[in-house]
């Protein structure tokens, strides 16, 4: 069956910001790309820069060990829980306006966060973050598909996004660091209020999208139930594995709540009219290729952003503000492994010759890091480790992005882009307790084996910092093999040629709204 590339092939001159606009284009789309790029950085960073804050945070709201987590499990569980809602919505209700609504609810949530007077108000403000941000980031993403058709400019403004999307977990370390340290913990909720600001701002001048990409359709409601409690239960099972243990009777019970819940799922979704996750979009192979990569992918990385940052502080005892200085080779790395490996080669090449080679890039960088110890020097073996990573992760994931939102009807953008957040927050929530859980065992034996050697107290001190550090680099032995398993896998089932590569008279940019004549299963050889 001969293979149709991502999308038309892009007029002479239409490759740069700069040149002829394709017939057709937005004027302001590369203007607004820089708001919806904001927008995005926002909410990425959020991840991360609230993990700086979270001892102060716990300190004067005398939030409990046991209750700390809820700081960051009430975010992640709406997030991801709403995530596949969040990118129908921006379909059915429009881009732009869910776009905006998500704007200005996360600025309020944030607000709320700043102003908590207790731990109940700052769990609510947090999980009304992660509900806005389910708005948020599809309906981003899907912006830049229905805003950027021509190839090359695409490739560009993905590059850009990705690089933004990749980097701001490394940046919100920094910037926690920075607002902890010299202001207070609530700034770092507060910060989110003139990124939203401008944000909305950019986008109600700039963005008109097509008004033929709205989706005219009714909502799945059971549908909507039935993806929201399974994923919910899915983000909350990892969660509590990393707490209490693959064992634990409500983990095991989550776990299998989630199988039950998804399944259910795509059963209604095979079978209704007007699907909430119409089953085209994750059936064909370079899609499903590219969600699961990528999502394999990201475990590794979320695994090492915590060992990292544990090691930088208590190993090496570095500042949170020096810790997040610490992170930005990497996002250096990534933003230059995007925006001009990622970007000149995708329109050249097939997409699977850029993913392959930089998850292989990202891996060797793992392979670097299981060499950590004690006195590990920053500047010979942690910092070239970081470029690596963000180069590889960097190429890899602009064309694995693209993918993975490209040759679908117009009208299903948001649900593809909402597809793209949901196999990255799921692999973050994994790689959080898969790789935490395989950490603290290698520390727990490690402590077992080496405990007749601890006879004063500096040697315990000595043997706890050592345990750990065995930990982590256990941990991070499997990081390197689950990047060579997404290398495996976008070698195996992406086999989409590159845009340039396209055959005559192929619809690229049709066909998946009826009948998606190329789709092919994911699984299929």
């Given at each position: ?16 910001p700069g ?9 302001r ?8 790029a ?5 909410v990425v ?13 716990q300190?004067d ?5 046991g209750?700390r ?8 569980l ?6 596949l ?7 059915l ?46 309906a ?9 058709t ?12 990705g ?6 977990a ?5 910037l ?7 202001l ?5 909720f ?6 939203a ?5 950019g ?61 259910a ?8 009219k007007?699907?909430?996750?119409p089953?085209?979009v ?24 915590l060992?990292?940052t ?7 005892d ?15 790395g990534?933003i ?22 930089g998850?292989?890039?990202?891996a ?17 073996l ?7 990573l ?16 490209s040759?679908?009807?117009p ?25 935490n ?20 107290d500096?040697?315990?001190?000595l ?25 495996a ?16 008279g192929?619809?690229?940019?049709a066909?998946?709204?009826d009948e ?10």
């Amino acid at each position: 069956m001969p293979e149709k590339s991502l999308t038309p092939s892009a007029p002479a001159g239409d490759a740069a910001p700069g040149d002829p606009s394709p017939p057709g284009a937005d004027p302001r789309r590369w203007r607004a790309l820089f708001f919806i790029a904001l927008a995005q950085l926002m909410v990425v960073l959020d991840a991360t820069i609230v993990n700086i804050a979270l001892p102060s945070a716990q300190h004067d709201l005398g939030i409990s060990d046991g209750n700390r987590e809820w700081v960051i499990t009430a975010y992640s569980l709406a997030f991801g829980a709403l995530l596949l809602f969040g990118g129908r919505i921006a379909d059915l209700w429009g881009r732009n306006r869910t776009f905006i609504v998500g704007l200005l609810g996360f600025a309020a949530a944030s607000a709320l966060g700043g102003a908590a007077v207790n731990e109940a108000m700052l769990f609510g403000a947090r999980a009304l973050q992660g509900m806005f941000g389910a708005l948020l980031a599809p309906a981003s993403l899907s912006l830049l598909s229905v805003l950027f058709t021509d190839m090359r400019e695409r490739a560009k403004a993905f590059g850009i996004y990705g690089a933004i999307a990749g980097g701001g977990a490394a940046i919100g370390l920094l910037l926690g660091g920075v607002l902890t340290e010299y202001l207070d913990w609530r700034w770092t909720f507060y910060v989110n209020i003139p990124f939203a600001a401008i944000a909305a701002a950019g986008a109600l001048a700039l963005i008109r999208e097509p008004a033929e990409a709205r989706n005219r359709s009714s909502l799945d409601i059971p549908g909507v139930i039935l993806s929201s409690l399974g994923l919910a239960a899915l983000v909350y099972g990892f969660s509590r594995a990393s707490e209490s243990g693959w064992g634990d009777g409500l983990t095991i019970t989550m776990f299998v709540a989630t199988g039950v819940l998804l399944l259910a799922f795509v059963a209604v979704e095979a079978r209704v009219k007007a699907p909430l996750l119409p089953l085209r979009v994750v059936a064909d192979r370079n899609r499903g290729g590219a969600y699961l990569s990528l999502g394999i992918a990201i475990i590794a990385m979320f695994g090492l952003f915590l060992f990292l940052t544990f090691y930088l502080q208590v190993v090496l005892d570095y500042s949170p503000l020096l810790t997040g200085v610490a992170f930005l080779p990497m996002v250096v790395g990534m933003i230059f492994g995007s925006t001009q490996i990622g970007t000149r080669l995708m329109v050249k090449l097939p997409p699977r010759l850029l993913m392959v080679p930089g998850f292989l890039v990202a891996a060797l960088a793992m392979l670097m890091l299981t060499q950590l110890s004690l006195d590990t020097d920053y500047w010979t073996l942690i910092m070239p480790a970081q470029v690596l990573l963000g180069l590889g992760m960097g190429t890899a994931f602009m064309p694995a992005t693209i993918l993975a939102t490209s040759r679908v009807a117009p009208t299903d953008s948001g649900i593809a882009s909402a597809m793209v957040n949901t196999s990255q927050q799921v692999g973050g929530a994994i790689g959080t307790a898969l790789l935490n859980t395989i950490a603290a065992s290698a520390t727990t034996s490690y402590l077992a084996s080496h405990a007749a050697e601890a006879t004063s107290d500096p040697a315990a001190q000595l043997l706890q910092l050592e345990s750990m550090v065995h930990g982590f680099t256990t941990a991070i032995w499997w990081a390197f093999g689950i990047l060579l398993l997404a290398a495996a896998l976008a070698g195996v089932l992406i086999n989409s040629r590159a845009p340039g590569d396209q055959q005559p008279g192929a619809d690229a940019g049709a066909g998946e709204a009826d009948e998606p004549r190329d789709a092919v299963p994911v699984f299929a050889h």
